[in-house]
């Protein structure tokens, strides 16, 4: 209903709107059984006005001395009972936002794409109050529909779910019933109907910062000191209610959280994940993975869009620099445009511009580049299916010191297409990506022998060319799956790249040269039972091999994971690799391919209740390889505070 004055946001239902509203009540257990009757009753109440979304959700419980709640900062999973709103604003079945609170006050929120990939680096500006009474604790919220993109028309459907975690008894109960069965999440919420005349949103918002700074500086001897000034901001242009642009000139990033330490003793680079709001919010949107299938869960980060490359650190620092020269490049600017448009078009554009930068006695070690990225999708039939495609382009001003290292021009064009049938039980996708990079023919040249190349390897089976002044590749993927079902899924994938294929300009590739034939099963029972909460049981099977042939692994893995009755949960499996004859194409970097010998691992994994303060977790894993002449034990029992197991298992 409409709210004729706003609720006051203090966790208490005694405003007239709430008085009037009718509330929702059929909350269904989602987990771990599916449909089953929920512990206790919950109970919703969704109210608006033209500038808010308002919810008021009340979560009975006869004993609020037994909630369980644990103050923290935002953003983090606490062990504890949550209350979850979900909201499709765009009511397009495939996007949404995601607000949770726990009855500590507890604030978690994320943006929502693809029908349920999350990303919690997302942050809007909201209110919420909680208060644990005689009847058990409330939430009551106010989402300012000024974080929600939606339509133009008068009136307007948002889709709608509430979740809540009653943890003690490890219950999940929902409104609508979320089904696990089914593939998909935004697709599956309710519906919110009748909002009308909502307000435009402010079109503008501006953050602009000042920074000065004495910095020690030594100069024929003395030691001196200068002045350094720095200005810049970010800019939040709502073009369209459902169409954003986003800006920064000289964006400041100084207290963004610092990489962990790494010593990598591998040829392949060390991925790190984006940390950074301006690239970090909106991410989803410029998603491509590549070499990403269910069997190795997408783990390495490897995609067509890397945005860590964008102000990294001068690529030839350890060429042209000293102490003294910068450990970062500047970006001068940058620029998004993300959206959705009525008929389920979804864009995302991205350039930004990295300025010049110096090293000792003047050698360029960064020159001036410009980034640049189109991601563009159609979705069809309701979401069920989808067509899209991406273009991202890096050119750079290279001079004499750059340009026999770096490439001065870096292309790739992929298109992608999704489609779900037999009532969306069933997924067929794959894409097709084309890439070039053009430079000197010592920058193409050291490109053909990095180590996601090796075209120097004697049995590779490709041409190295030193001439060469530009290289082009591709890479293809194909992926059949069953997405939903009570108890049986499954996906079986096969990749290829070319030796060509090169994205590092601006996405993250470990190799190229590779095809692959990857298939994954898994066996779910979600529904209580005498001895156990939850039972999974996967299969995998994996084989790689080089684009001439060169076969380089096989190997089948299963492992169970079993949650009981108690809360405490088992886990066993194993592997065993190299089976046939393979060989390892980068033991010898750059040499030929080394015979490998079969391993075997088995593990087994014994986790306490996790609602305990103190949780029991021991770990044990045996390893057998190199034809019996490698062989280790590890047995790793320790304490866990439930916190952190909170985070391992989320």
Request: charged content about 20%.
């Amino acid at each position: 209903m409409r709210a004729a004055q706003p609720p006051i946001i203090d966790g208490r239902d005694d405003d007239a709107v709430w008085r009037d509203a009718r509330p929702i009540t059929e909350f269904q257990e989602w987990r771990p059984s599916e449909g089953g009757p929920p512990k206790f009753p919950t109970e919703m109440k969704v109210a608006y006005d033209a500038g808010n979304l308002y919810v008021f959700v009340r979560a009975f419980d006869p004993h609020p001395d037994s909630i369980i709640t644990v103050l923290a900062r935002r953003d983090y999973f606490t062990p504890s009972d949550m209350v979850w709103l979900f909201v499709d604003s765009y009511h397009d079945r495939r996007t949404g936002f995601e607000f949770g609170v726990n009855p500590s006050g507890v604030k978690l929120d994320a943006q929502i794409y693809n029908d349920g990939n999350e990303d919690f680096a997302w942050d809007a500006v909201w209110d919420v109050a909680t208060r644990i009474d005689s009847l058990g604790w409330t939430a009551e919220f106010r989402l300012p529909l000024s974080q929600l993109p939606y339509g133009t028309q008068r009136t307007h459907t948002f889709g709608f779910t509430v979740d809540r975690d009653i943890y003690r008894y490890a219950q999940r109960v929902s409104w609508p019933l979320i089904r696990q069965s089914v593939a998909g999440f935004v697709s599956q919420f309710g519906e919110v109907e009748g909002l009308e005349d909502l307000e435009a949103p402010r079109r503008l918002e501006a953050a602009p910062y000042f920074v000065t700074k004495n910095v020690s500086q030594i100069s024929s001897n003395t030691l001196g000191r200068t002045q350094d000034v720095t200005v810049g901001g970010d800019f939040k242009y709502r073009i369209a209610s459902n169409l954003k642009l986003d800006a920064t000139i000289n964006p400041d990033f100084g207290q963004v959280e610092a990489d962990p330490g790494v010593l990598n003793l591998s040829a392949f680079e060390t991925f790190f994940r984006e940390q950074r709001p301006f690239f970090v919010q909106g991410a989803g949107q410029f998603q491509w993975n590549v070499n990403c299938t269910a069997v190795n869960d997408c783990s390495t980060g490897e995609g067509l869009v890397y945005s860590r490359r964008i102000g990294r650190a001068p690529e030839l620092a350890g060429a042209y620099a000293d102490t003294t020269s910068p450990a970062f490049t500047t970006i001068l600017g940058a620029a998004k445009l993300t959206g959705r448009l009525p008929g389920g078009f979804t864009i995302g554009a991205l350039d930004a511009v990295t300025a010049h930068v110096r090293g000792a006695g003047g050698a360029t070690i960064e020159p001036t580049t410009n980034y640049g990225v189109v991601r563009l999708r159609q979705d069809l039939r309701g979401g069920e299916s989808s067509i899209g495609g991406v273009v991202t382009a890096v050119n750079r001003d290279n001079d004499s010191w750059t340009s026999p290292y770096l490439h001065h021009s870096a292309y790739v064009g992929a298109v992608d297409f999704r489609h779900r049938f037999k009532g969306g039980k069933y997924e067929l996708s794959g894409s097709v990506d084309l890439s070039r990079v053009a430079g000197s023919a010592q920058a193409i040249a050291n490109t053909q022998q990095n180590a996601t190349h090796y075209y120097q390897r004697p049995d590779a089976g490709i041409a190295f060319d030193s001439t060469r002044t530009s290289l082009t590749g591709d890479a293809e993927a194909l992926q059949f799956g069953k997405v939903g079902g009570n108890h049986f899924i499954f996906q079986t994938n096969i990749e290829r790249r070319s030796p060509g294929f090169e994205v590092n300009d601006l996405g993250y590739l470990q190799r190229a040269d590779q095809q692959a034939w990857s298939t994954w099963a898994g066996y779910f029972d979600r529904h209580t039972r005498k001895l156990y909460n939850r039972f999974q049981w996967n299969f995998n099977w994996w084989q790689y091999w080089t684009t001439a042939g060169l076969p380089e692994e096989r190997a089948f893995n299963t492992n169970t994971h079993t949650t009981f009755r108690n809360q405490m949960s088992l886990h066993f499996g194993g592997t065993i690799g190299q089976l046939g004859t393979t060989y390892c194409y980068s033991c010898a970097r750059g040499g030929p391919a080394v015979r490998q010998d079969s391993y075997l691992a088995p593990w087994l994994g014994i986790v306490g209740d996790d609602r305990k303060t103190i949780v029991p977790y021991v770990f044990f894993n045996w390893f057998r390889g190199d034809g019996g002449r490698s062989r280790s034990v590890s047995v790793s029992p320790e304490p866990r505070d439930h916190r952190d197991l909170a985070q391992l298992f989320a």
